[in-house]
């Protein structure tokens, strides 16, 4: 039997699969690898587990880390999780040994759950660990095999209630060291629930899911709101544009999740033009702004993109547009989901902005996280007055509607001036032969800092620094134009196709140092003759 409401809170997650099997045993929850799972079956792999669980010790408020693809055990302990109170901490099985064992530090697990293609960087990872964590195998957790006990006795019980942790999330840490996020059953609940009133879901839908699960949008960006109304979750371990295209054909799917970098390669692949698309009806976009002329390809195919912002401390969801603004506010990240604040901070005096403008942007609402684990500092830092302070940077229209800038740690100033890599990247990657691009600000002797890009080409389109600075020039005021472009093989990114902001210093870096030569005075060739940007003073 799953939790009953006089035992646990009203918006925990542990009773979503027995509600389901309730009503629908027979209807497919998730296909694994080609293999259904239905709602009955779900369940019943969920209490089995939950059993075992507790037969090793585990309880509630206890943690365990996992090092796994996406897969239906991985959902399978999600939930049993949930029915136990104790919480999943998904890591990132890209990550190093080195960094991996800091993370276990930070999420100290009761239990680290490997599987076949992991098993050699959870036992190198848990080696360099401070304190020796328990591992067991998924297939043991989810079947018959051995399952160390954490505890000589059962662990702690209790009801479940709403504010217990459900996943503690390591943030991607492009630019600082990762912390664990903590979001609790209320925080997924609600963020499930706006979710629901903008891009709803029903029993009737396919969802393909091909973030990997140590992301929270890979459980709250459709997945698990899947599992609540009833629909059907296909599971891909990775992304490939083909086999993304066959398996919409194949299930039949309605709906999906990706990042800009997904739907280009889709669109770049050889058998997007007569792939069967006609089931898709919906998909929503995040990580970055969508081009608007990859917007216009799916839009033509008969695929209605909804565009969000997010991030991991707002359970993500935050901005939606809605598909039939998608061409008009191109690169605008929306307005509020229901449920959900927002407002702007003025970058100088910290107070609160009213109309249109640019600020930082702080979230409030049901959905926010509960803080970083281990860290009361930071989290301190993260939220003020029930207010989460994003550091990210966004314009308000007149109507409402906001665009994300950039990050606040990424701007720089020029002479005086505030420059946002991401526009400039944003001008670049409009060229026909950059592929990717990423600008930095380096420090500079007259303007204080100056920006740097490195520029992926595009295979076959050939171009050169002299072009892209002349192009820059078209799109940006003087002051935002580059003073160096360096070609390179690949730009660093993070594994959700973010810009990894801190490699991409370093190479401006060693690329400068095998220059020869530094920005040093030199006012570059994006800077005016005499005078300096608008505004400043040489």
């Excluded at 587990?49 to 796994?68: E, I, K």
């Excluded at 504010?163 to 912390?179: K, M, Q, W």
Aim: glycine residues 12%; contains cysteine; negative net charge.
């Amino acid at each position: 039997m799953g939790p009953t409401p006089d035992r646990d809170g009203m918006h925990t997650l542990g009773r979503w699969p027995a509600d389901r099997a309730r009503i629908d045993p027979r209807h497919v929850a998730l296909v694994d690898r080609g293999v259904p799972l239905d709602y009955a079956g779900l369940h019943h792999r969920v209490e089995s587990m939950v059993d075992r669980l507790r037969t090793a010790g585990l309880g509630r408020g206890d943690r365990v880390a996992t090092l796994v693809g996406n897969s239906a055990g991985h959902v399978v302990l999600l939930f049993a999780c949930a029915r136990l109170g104790a919480a999943l901490a998904p890591l990132s099985w890209r990550s190093t040994a080195p960094e991996l064992a800091s993370q276990l530090d930070t999420v100290d697990p009761v239990l680290l759950v490997a599987e076949d293609e992991t098993a050699d960087l959870a036992r190198a990872a848990g080696d360099g660990a401070r304190t020796p964590v328990p591992t067991a195998y998924l297939g043991s957790l989810d079947g018959e095999g051995h399952v160390p006990q954490v505890r000589p006795g059962p662990g702690p019980d209790g009801p479940v209630e709403d504010e217990d942790p459900l996943l503690v999330v390591l943030t991607s840490g492009s630019g600082s060291a990762p912390r664990a996020a903590v979001l609790s059953h209320r925080a997924c609940f609600w963020t499930n629930l706006s979710l629901s009133r903008t891009v709803e879901l029903t029993a009737g839908d396919v969802v393909l899911a091909v973030l990997p699960q140590f992301h929270v949008g890979a459980w709250n960006v459709q997945p698990l709101l899947a599992w609540w109304t009833g629909a059907t979750v296909v599971l891909e371990r990775s992304f490939d544009a083909g086999r993304v295209l066959a398996l919409v054909a194949e299930h039949r799917v309605t709906t999906m999740m990706g990042v800009p970098t997904h739907y280009l390669l889709m669109a770049e692949h050889r058998s997007f033009a007569t792939a069967d698309l006609s089931s898709l009806r919906s998909a929503v976009v995040g990580g970055a702004p969508m081009p608007a002329p990859l917007l216009r390809t799916y839009h033509e195919r008969g695929v209605a993109l909804t565009q969000g912002y997010g991030l991991t401390e707002a359970g993500p969801n935050v901005l939606c547009l809605p598909p039939h603004e998608a061409a008009d506010r191109a690169g605008w990240a929306g307005v509020p989901y229901p449920h959900v604040d927002v407002d702007l901070v003025d970058l100088a005096t910290g107070a609160r902005l009213r109309g249109a403008g640019t600020g930082e942007l702080v979230v409030r609402g049901p959905g926010l996280f509960s803080g970083y684990l281990g860290d009361p500092e930071a989290s301190a830092r993260a939220l003020r007055d029930g207010w989460l302070a994003t550091g990210d940077v966004a314009e308000r229209d007149d109507d409402g509607y906001l665009r994300i800038v950039d990050r606040l740690k990424n701007i720089y100033i020029s002479g005086g001036e505030n420059v946002a890599p991401a526009e400039v990247e944003g001008a670049l990657r409009r060229h026909p032969a950059v592929h990717e691009a990423a600008v930095t600000g380096v420090a500079d002797d007259r303007w204080g800092e100056v920006g740097v890009a490195v520029v992926q080409p595009r295979p076959g389109v050939p171009t050169d620094e002299t072009e892209l600075l002349a192009h820059c020039r078209r799109e940006l005021a003087a002051f935002k134009v580059p003073v160096r472009i360096h070609l390179v093989r690949e730009v660093p990114l993070v594994a959700v196709g973010k810009v990894d902001r801190q490699e991409v210093r370093r190479l401006v870096a060693r690329l400068g140092a095998e220059a020869g030569a530094g920005a040093g005075t030199d006012r570059g060739p994006g800077r005016p003759a005499a005078g300096g940007p608008a505004g400043a003073t040489p």
